[in-house]
């Protein structure tokens, strides 16, 4: 089984025009996996022949902007190159992360409107639980 990394960006918490905030795309067994999601993912993301639709799974490492601040704009781009009619293929994000990750995603979505058109669930490393987010918004 083959392996490749793509780093989106390195740049930490003071990214340049030529370095992003931080995220790394692992790409193996026809799996994109997405590490950390940085301002900026999004557009370098496009820079790279890798699709944002293809990634399956975010980890995000802790709860620093550099490291999460771009990620309700790339679940919302991954949402506005959906479509709805076809619900039933889509395939789930599981998205890994520290406590309140959860908490600053339903907050970050729930203020902007924003309404993501596939499921994404959403696993804390400190309790392990699948949630649906796109469920408990509506509460």
Known sequence: ???????????????????????????????????????????????????????????????HGDHLFGLPGFLCTVSLNTNPDIQQSLKCVDIYGPLGLRKFLRVTLGLTGSQLLFPYAGRSKASILLLNFRTELKT
């Open 1 to 63: 089984m083959s392996m490749d990394m793509t780093f989106l960006g390195t740049g930490s918490a003071y990214p340049s025009p030529h370095r992003g905030a931080s995220a790394v795309v692992l790409r193996t067994g026809g799996e994109c996996w997405l590490f950390d999601c940085g301002e900026g993912t999004q557009t370098q993301l496009m820079k790279s022949q890798i699709r944002a639709g293809r990634i399956t799974k975010v980890f995000i490492s802790h709860l």
